[in-house]
C-alpha cells in the first residue's frame, strides 16, 4: 500500500502506539539509571495515549461508533497521572540519590534476602 | 497519479520521528540526551493527536507533558548527572534479554494491531476537524454534551460525565505536590536541626 | 490561494509546497526582520533613556543599518564548540530555541483570518510553545561545560517553570470572558458584537477592574517568561559572565537573541490579542472606512491590512514597553525573582481569576459560558428534533434559555457554528 496516497486509519496509530510502548518497555528494562526508567515509564504512558486517541477520534472510522470523547478524556488523565508520577519519581530518585550517592537502580538492593 | 493524501503524509513525518526519537532515546546510553530525545518523541507525538483531530489533547500534550514533566525530569537529570552516572553502559547479556522479549512483544502487538479489518482505513478524511475544547471541558464538569443528540439508549451511558475523577485527580495532584516537595526536602543534619535541639 | 495555483502547476504538491513556502517565508521574516529592527530599536531606547544619542553613523542619520553590521559581523565571526562540551546538544541548542520560539507563530493571527493555522486552542498552544524555548536554554546550559553556563540554565530553568502557573491563570481570563481559545474569536469579541464598531472601551483590559490588573500580572509573567531584565538571571552579567550563552560565539550566539526578540514579540501579540482587542483599534477607523464588511473580498482585505497593521503596532509598543523596563529597572536577585512570582504574582493571578469569575457571575450572561450554552442549546434542538421524550432534555432545556443580550451576540460566534469562518 501506499502511504503517500491512502488515508490513515486506526492500525497505523496502533502501530506508532506499539512501537513507543515496546520501546518503553524495553528502555524501562535495560537502564540501569533511575532517570532512564523513568523515561521509559513515560514512553510507555505515551504509547497507550496514542491508542485512546486513535480509538477515540471521529475521523479515522467515520460513521463507526467508537469510544469516541472517552478516548480524549481518558488521555487527558494519562497526562495529568504521568506529569504527578514524574514529580513523585523524582523527588524518589533524589531521595535515593541522598543515600546512595548514586541513580544505578542495580544498587538499591538492602532488602534482598 | 492519484491525488497526495496530505493527512497521511504528515501521519508518516510525525510517525517517523515519534518512533525514531523513541528509538534513540532506547540507544543512547548519555542520560541528558536520552531526555532531549524523548522531549522530541512526545512533541512529535503531539502532532499526531492533532492530525486524529484531538486538538485539546495534543495542546495538553505539548503544555503538561514537554513542558512539565521534561523540565522536571531534566531538572533530576542535572542534579545527578555527574561524571560516574552520565552514561551506565548496560551489559549486552541484558540487551540481548531485553531486546528478544521486545521484540516478541511487539510482534504481538503488530499483529494484533494489523489483523481486525475495522482498524483498517476506511475512507478519505473530509472536512476541518471540529474543535473539542468545549465539548471536553463539559465532560470534565459533569455533562456529556457529545452524547446528548445520542438516539440508542445503550450508546447514552456514561452521561454524567468525569466530575469524579476529575476531582479525585485534582486533590492527587495536590497531595503529589506536597509529597514531592517532602520526599525531596534538604536533608539536615541531626545536630543541626531545631527539634533535634528541643528533644 | 492553493486553489488558485493548482490551477496552473501539473504537480498538485507543488502548488501546496509553495503555497507553505511562502507562508513560512513571510512568518520567518516577521521573525528575523523583526530582530533586526527590535535591536537597533533597543540600542536607540536605552541611549535616550541613559541621554545618550544611540548608533548614529551606520545607514544615515539614524544608524538604523547597525543591526545589520552587527550581525555581518557576526556571521563572520568564528563557530566555536569549546573542547569538553557535548557536541551534538551544544550545536542543536540555539535551533531548538528558535524552534520553539518560531513555532508560537504558527497560531498567532495577524488579523481577521489571518493566520498560519487557526487552532481552535490557539492560546494554550502558543502559551505551550513558548514554555518550550527553556529548552534551548537548558541545554545549551547544560552542553557548554561551562559552571557560568550550567548556573544560568538553572536559574532559567527554574524561573520559567515558576512563571508558567501565574501565567497559564492570567491568560484564562480572557477566554473566560470570550468563552473560547480561539485567538480570533477573542480579539472580535472585543469589538462589540454584531455593531463591530472596535472603541478601545470595548477591550479586554478595560472590561472590569480585574482583567485591567490582570493585564499588569500577565505583563510581568511574560516579561520573566521570555527572560527578560529585571528578570534576566540567565544571563546576568555582573554574576555570571553572559549566562548560558558564554560559550557561544558568531551565529548561533545570534540565533538565540533572535529567538529572545522573536517570543518577545510572541508575547506582546499574545498580550495585544487577549486584552487590547488585537487588530481592532482603540478607534474603529475600519468602521468608519467602511473596511470591516466581510461580504466584499477587496475591503475586507483592506480592512484586515490595516487591521495587521494596527496590530503589529501595538506589539511593537509592547516590545518597547518591555525595553523601557529594562533600562530603567534594577535586575532583581534570584530569590526575589522566585518572591515576585510565588508570593504575588501567583495569588494575585488566582484572585483575579475568581473575581473576574464573580464579575461574569453577577452581569448578565450567568455562569455558563456563552459558547457552551450555544452547545447546549443547538445539541438540544438536534434532542427535539429525534426524540422528543428524552430525559436529557428538561436539564437541558433550563440551560438553553437566551439569559442576556451578551449571549445572544456570541452565539453566532461560537467555536461549532463558527467553525468555517476561518480562511487565508
Known sequence: MNLLTDPVGITHYLIVGAILFVTGAVCMATKRNALGVLMGIELVLNGANV????????????????????????????????????????AIVLNFYNNHSTVDVDRADELKG | ??????????????????????????LTSNIVRMAFYLVLSLAATSGLFFLAGADFVGAMQVMIYVGGTLVLLIFGVMLTAQGPFISMKTSAGEWTLGIMVGGLLLAVLLQAATSIDAWQPQAVIEGDARPTATRLGMGLLGARVDKLDEVDPVQRGGMSGYLLPFEIVSVHLLVVLVGSAYLARPKKRAQNSSWEGLK | MAEFLKQYLSPEWLAYAIV??????????????????FIWLERKVSGRIQDRLGPTRVGGKFGWLQTLADGLKLVTKEDLCPKGADQLLFLAAP????????????????????????????????????????????????????????????????????????????????VLLAGSMDLITIAQMQTAGAAQMGWFTHWYVFNDPFTFITFWVYFTCATASVNRAPFDLAEAESELVAGFHTEYSGLRW??????????????SGLAALLFFGGWN???????????????????HYAGNLLGALNFVGKCVFGVTFMMWVRWTLPRLRIDQVMTTCLKYCTPLAAAMFAGAVIWRFL?????????????????????????????????????????????????????LVGAGRGTH
Open chain 3, 281 to 299: 483599534g482603540p478607534l474603529p477607523i475600519t468602521h468608519w472606512l467602511g473596511l470591516a464588511d466581510a461580504s466584499n473580498p477587496v475591503l
Open chain 3, 254 to 267: 545570534s540565533i538565540f537573541f533572535m529567538a529572545e526578540y522573536g517570543s518577545m514579540f510572541a508575547v
Open chain 2, 1 to 26: 497519479m492519484e491525488p497526495i493524501n496530505w493527512h497521511s503524509v504528515f501521519f508518516l513525518v510525525f510517525a517517523l520521528l515519534a518512533c525514531g526519537f523513541a528509538v534513540a532515546v532506547l
Open chain 3, 20 to 37: 507553505a513556502f511562502i507562508h513560512a517565508f513571510i512568518l520567518i521574516n516577521i521573525v528575523a526582520v523583526g530582530a533586526l529592527v
Open chain 3, 363 to 415: 452581569l448578565p450572561g450567568g455562569l455558563i459560558l456563552p459558547s457552551d450554552q450555544g452547545l447546549v442549546r443547538e445539541a438540544h434542538t438536534e434532542i427535539q428534533a429525534a426524540a422528543p421524550a428524552d430525559p436529557a432534555a428538561p436539564a437541558a432545556a433550563d440551560a438553553s434559555e437566551p439569559v442576556g443580550d451578551r449571549v445572544a451576540h456570541v452565539t453566532p460566534q461560537n467555536e
Open chain 1, 51 to 90: 491508542n485512546f486517541v486513535a480509538f477515540g477520534s471521529e475521523y479515522l472510522r467515520p460513521g463507526v461508533l467508537g469510544i469516541g470523547l472517552d478516548g480524549q478524556l481518558i488521555a487527558l488523565f494519562v497526562i495529568i497521572l504521568a506529569a504527578a508520577e514524574a514529580a513523585v519519581a523524582l
Open chain 3, 95 to 174: 535551533y531548538v530555541s528558535f524552534c520553539a520560539s518560531f513555532a508560537a507563530y504558527m497560531a498567532l493571527p495577524f488579523a481577521d483570518g489571518w493566520v498560519g493555522i487557526r487552532l481552535n486552542v490557539a492560546v494554550f498552544f502558543i502559551i505551550a510553545v513558548i514554555g518550550l524555548e527553556v529548552f534551548g536554554v537548558i541545554l545549551a546550559g547544560y552542553a557548554s561545560a561551562s559552571k557560568w553556563s550550567l548556573f544560568g540554565a538553572m536559574r532559567e530553568a527554574a524561573q520559567v517553570v515558576s512563571y508558567e502557573v501565574p501565567l497559564g491563570m492570567c491568560v484564562v481570563v480572557p
